[in-house]
């Protein structure tokens, strides 16, 4: 008997090979939730072995980012050949052929180049491996209109038989569902019913109950789906029993749980004053968890902290909201965790300044900066650190601070174009370019981004020359802490707004 898990593997295997069976597309756009990617794992993963899901077929999964066409072509042939060449040993043990000779150099660096290697190593192997299914998984990149045309020129390229490429997309935050083909002749669309809820609950359902924890887990497990897919008031109902089975116990820690997640359900149900109320009751038990010694119970005030500020600022109260956030940093400094006070420090800033309190937006500001600066150089990118310091900026000078988004804009505009011209200078080249025009090609991309790199750093630097001496200073400041990229290109970059829909 197969369980929760197992089913779902066995699900996503028949749909695999009805696509394969049936569609005669050499490319499959398979669509899932977000929250079921394990299991996507979990499936390509199981197809090494011998289960009762496995299809009899190959799949290997590439995490190439996607930069542009040239590169990933070239990048996806570099990585199979590492990827084979680490293989040589165990397919030699398996008693299987090691004679396959594959060089990337001998294949274009373009999607019908990727397709033809691969397409090398299925008609090799084609009587050992079924269908040899080249997964790509981008790590970044797959939201960038030119990946959806590289698929396309792949999808059309000349398959062998035993070839297929799949490309995983989120059915929540769908990022290819424009790339088929107006015909509809090579790419097929397919979206696998999976939900990662009701996988946990079977799966909690099926084992054996481990005593009272095990009873809590399940009502918890329930809880949580209720949260993301049924009403509030499905999800207050249910905690009443969640609530009463910790109370028994004496759990008061989980209790904190449970309240918080009705907390959220109110926020969501945009029931304010009821979410504020729930906050408040789970901050006073955080407060004894923790004066009982519980190692968690800063982390657990600190969660009512940002709940309850979350609530009010959704509400419309910022001074509020902000005090609340004040609190939530002092939380996190307790807790020693930099990260989230540097959040909740920018978030009062930012509710100060909604409500117009000048200093202290700067005051809170300067704070987040002074918190930044205890972390290690690496790490500052990976928080909130950059929207705080743009942030900083905007209540010093906000004139001055928009003019540094337009640069950034104009100079996102440009870069775009490059890309733009490039990909076309690819498609141009053809099927079969060769190596010295696709370095070319990206040569000249990357001669031409640095000027406009350096343009727009003189365009900045033009702009600060004419700002005030404590707007010159806050900049420098924040630089120096994020690095010389900041606040126009890289990871540290200010965010670009979400494009603006035209009417219909």
Known sequence: MLNPVEKRLAYIGRDWLAYRNESGKPLLVWQSPASAAQLMAAFFESQKHPTAYATGDFFVVFDVPFGHGIQYSRDLKSAFAEQYAASLEDLSHQGEATDWAFSPADFPDSPEGLVAALGSFASHYAKRIGVFAAVLQPVSGADKPAFVSWLRRAANANFAERLRLVVIDATDAPLLACVSDEKGERIALRELQLDSFDVAQETFAQEPVAGLAGVFRNQLTALIALVEKGSVDQVKSKARDALAFVQQQKWTDQEIVVRLLVGGALVKAARFDEAVAIYRASRQLAEQVHAAGHPAGHKL???????????????????????CYRQAAASARADQNLILAIEALRMAAFCHGRNGDREAALAYSQQALACGAQLRPEVRGMTTLPVAAMDYLRALD?????????????????????????????????????????QRIEDDWAADD?????????GLAHLLAKTDPAFQRAFAHARGLLGADWPLIGSVAIPAPPPVESPS
């Open 301 to 323: 005030i600190l969660q009512t902290w940002f709940g309850e500020a979350g609530a009010l600022l959704a509400a419309g109260d910022d001074r509020a909201a902000a005090d």
């Open 398 to 438: 906000s004139t001055s601070a928009d003019a540094i988004t337009r640069h950034k804009a104009e100079l996102d505009q440009v870069l775009a174009s490059h890309e733009s011209q490039a990909e076309a200078h690819a498609l141009a080249a053809g099927p079969h370019i060769d190596s010295q025009t696709a």
């Open 450 to 458: 640095r000027r406009a790199n350096d343009d727009v750093e003189h």
